[in-house]
């Protein structure tokens, strides 16, 4: 079984600077990079799943829901990778969208 605590870990931390956040911040783009990045391990997630199956795209639940959305994304990703090269690609998601987004 593939160890994903380094991503949940990572996910963790972004998702308390997202909520740490003033709203200012969010809006200026960090909560669309949260989206962004939720729906991105969401798909990925599904294609592992099931890949003929349809991908459903994550909702934009808001603003200040991005925290939570990359939270499940991530742990729903995390069940179903398959090896470490999957594993440090999904790291470097995360790091590369906590930097764009600027927290």
Known sequence: MLDTTPLTDAVDRFADRLRAAPQSRLQRGAAAEALALARELSAWAQRL????GPVREMPDAGMFAGSDQ????????????????QLTQALALVEEAQKRAGV
């Open 49 to 52: 799943e099931d890949p003929e």
């Open 70 to 85: 990359i939270t499940v994304a991530a742990r729903d990703l995390s069940v179903v990778l398959e090896d470490t090269a």
